[in-house]
């Protein structure tokens, strides 16, 4: 089953980061629905700032999947996996994709969203009466 779920992952990870264009400008009514509840509820966010924490949330199920499926590999591994993924992606973006940008923050980004993902996975698995680790 995680297999499965990471492979959907990485499709929707490709769609998302090498997709020649993202998406048109209708793709991103949920997204203004959601910023706008976020700012009625006083907290401005600039586009960069949102940006940033997107691409935080992006990797988040990067960390955990990867966990998952590798659970005797180290954190940092699975952490220095997530900064390999996204530097191919902005490499790929900078080398073949002029509609898209690449930027060393997003290559931050999404690192953290990974370190995220594998300190949620730590957490979950120590607090109490959490289940053990499933088999792939």
Same mark, same amino acid.
């Given at each position: ?16 980061? *090498? @997709? %020649? ?8 009514? +949920?997204?203004?629905?959601?910023? #706008?509840? /976020?700012?009625? !509820? ?26 998952? *499926? @590798? %659970? ?8 220095? +996996?997530?900064?390999?993924?996204? #530097?191919? /992606?902005?490499? !790929? ?26 300190? *949620? ?16």
């Amino acid at each position: 089953m995680t297999i499965a779920l990471f492979g959907v992952y990485l499709v929707g990870l490709a769609r998302v980061t *090498l @997709w %020649p264009r993202l998406a048109d400008d209708d793709g991103f009514d +949920l997204v203004r629905t959601v910023l #706008g509840w /976020i700012s009625s !509820a006083g907290i401005a966010l600039t586009y960069s700032a949102t940006e940033f924490l997107a691409n935080i949330a992006l990797f988040v199920p990067f960390g955990i999947l990867v966990s998952l *499926l @590798w %659970p005797h590999r180290p954190a940092w591994a699975v952490i220095a +996996l997530g900064l390999a993924t996204s #530097g191919a /992606i902005e490499l !790929a973006q900078l080398l073949f994709l002029p509609h898209r940008v690449a930027d060393v923050r997003d290559l931050v980004a999404n690192t953290l969203g990974t370190a995220l993902g594998v300190a *949620l996975l730590v957490a979950a698995r120590r607090s109490p009466g959490a289940a053990p680790a499933a088999s792939t």
